[in-house]
């Protein structure tokens, strides 16, 4: 490949990370975070027995128990973890 086409890759390249940083950056961040607490919430109701809070009956919370499983570890430490006001700005 050329010099010069390796360049303009490299700045087609640059100029596209720039667009998406004023565009769509904002708009993932705030979709991730959505979809966090939205798992968080699911999670905490249908498993929320291993936490002290019964919600669904177990039937229903055993046949999404191989969804949930990979999620567990990190639920139980995002539920424990103390909460900061910095928390929800970043």
Do not use: C
């Not at 177990?58 to 999404?64: D, I």
Request: aromatic content about 12%; proline content about 7%; charged content about 25%.
């Amino acid at each position: 490949m050329p010099a010069w086409q390796e360049g303009l890759a490299r700045v087609r390249r640059v100029l596209g990370e720039v667009l998406y940083g004023m565009a769509i950056h904002d708009m993932v961040r705030a979709n991730l975070k959505a979809r966090g607490s939205l798992e968080h919430l699911f999670i905490l109701i249908t498993f929320g027995d291993i936490v002290g809070v019964p919600i669904l009956p177990p039937y229903y919370a055993l046949r999404l128990l191989p969804f949930i499983v990979p999620e567990v570890n990190g639920w139980r430490r995002r539920l424990a973890r103390e909460r900061d006001y910095l928390d929800a700005i970043f």
